[in-house]
């Protein structure tokens, strides 16, 4: 099961963190680009070596990386050849990947995202998905979850500022967000692992705290992916509620915070790579020790 494989890994690490790979080409120092050019080639190339050297600053301390499938689909076929040889080349680094894809769609739509996801060039170990459409739109992958020890997130109370508008109506005596986790529960009941976790996990903002702390009671054994810490304002505080008493269950990811670590510096224009590379490992240990340390005095 993919959630025994992310535990063993966070295990192995002491750490819950996920680093974001989202590059923006203007996010990508001169160290980085070297002597490429700005056709889409060089452009997909400038996107990989980026991602390789954050990969390669911070493979060590943390077990997973998240690339938000949008920047590489936004560069066209370099950024999507990009985004695989990313997903290549964390493999080898020890990393499991989860390709933040959000599909969702009928069935037979869902069956073919599922096969691009889950197979060949874009192969993740796990995929958000957006439950909109309904259990057919999620069964599909439900398959690899059990077979090919696969995992998926579904979308249930996202960290933008207008996830309300939609997540927070009434259903009944419930919210939509909370009547939908009751749903992602029971859908993740038969694919439970050795440390009682399910491949079925669910996507919750670390920006709404109070929301966070009750979905996490209301699914104990369901993987949490938090986006939102760091430049969408989430620290520990806030994430430490993620996580059941045995101090598992959630993965908490980071995105800009660790790609622009580097602007810290007094002039990022002219950073190294080496120095490049010291930016993003001491913002994946400060983000390391931040939740560590919330979860420490839960103990």
């Excluded at 259990?135 to 992958?141: E, N, R």
Aim: net charge neutral.
């Amino acid at each position: 099961m993919f959630a025994d494989r992310l535990i063993e890994k966070i295990k192995e690490k002491g750490n819950p963190s996920v680093m974001g790979l989202d590059p923006r080409p203007e996010m990508i120092p001169r160290c980085i680009w070297g002597d490429l050019g700005d056709s889409d080639q060089d452009t997909g190339l400038a996107v990989f070596r980026f991602n390789r050297a954050l990969i390669d600053a911070v493979y060590d301390i943390i077990p997973a990386v998240k690339l938000q499938i949008a920047f590489y689909e936004a560069l066209g076929l370099e950024g999507l050849r990009a985004y695989g040889r990313t997903i290549d080349y964390a493999r080898e680094r020890g990393l499991l990947v989860i390709g933040d894809v959000k599909r969702g769609d009928i069935s037979s739509t869902a069956e073919a995202y599922r096969r691009a996801h889950f197979n060949g060039y874009m192969e993740c170990d796990a995929i958000t998905l957006n439950p909109f459409l309904g259990y057919d739109s999620i069964q599909p992958f439900l398959q690899s979850c059990s077979r090919d020890g696969k995992g998926i997130y579904i979308l249930v109370k996202t960290s933008n500022p207008s996830s309300g508008d939609l997540q927070d109506l009434r259903v009944a005596d419930e919210y939509l967000y909370q009547y939908l986790a009751k749903k992602v529960s029971d859908w993740g009941n038969p694919y439970k692992g050795k440390y009682g976790y399910s491949a079925v996990g669910a996507v919750v903002g670390a920006t709404y705290p109070e929301e966070l702390m009750n979905l996490r009671d209301i699914m104990p054994h369901t993987p949490l992916l938090v986006p939102g810490y760091g430049a969408q304002g989430g620290n520990g505080s806030h994430v430490v509620h993620a996580f059941n008493s045995d101090g598992l269950g959630a993965l908490i990811n980071s995105s800009r915070k660790i790609m622009g670590a580097y602007m810290k510096a007094e002039k990022p224009e002219n950073v190294t790579g080496q120095e490049f590379r010291e930016y993003a490992r001491a913002e994946a240990l400060r983000m390391k020790q931040d939740i560590v340390g919330e979860l420490a005095k839960r103990s």
